[in-house]
């Protein structure tokens, strides 16, 4: 799986992103047929709480899968991308099973 991580109007730190590689490597493990993980990380209004808006596209055969979350850190939003795109993916499991 390749994982593409885009941070807009500021620089992602270096644990940020391990953190991100991290937990986005759980749906690799649950799904291997994802090709391409997008992670989009953007500051909406700097002066104000819950202002971290992350965003994850998976790529898969057919289809392709998305989470956004609005949360006051990215690795919340992250977690909880991710917590969403593992029930989503366990459907399109589902479904290709069939």
Do not use: W
Request: net charge negative; hydrophobic share 35%.
């Amino acid at each position: 799986m390749e994982l593409k991580i885009q941070a807009i109007h500021f620089d992602a730190t270096e644990k940020l992103v391990q953190f991100i590689e991290k937990k986005v490597a759980k749906l690799d493990k649950t799904c291997e047929k994802i090709t391409t993980a997008e992670v989009i990380l953007k500051v909406v209004k700097p002066e104000t709480a819950n202002n971290k808006e992350t965003a994850i596209n998976l790529h898969l055969p057919g289809t392709e899968l998305h989470a956004s979350k609005v949360c006051d850190t990215f690795e919340e939003g992250v977690d909880l991308c991710v917590d969403t795109l593992l029930r989503q993916v366990e459907k399109y499991k589902e479904r290709q099973g069939k």
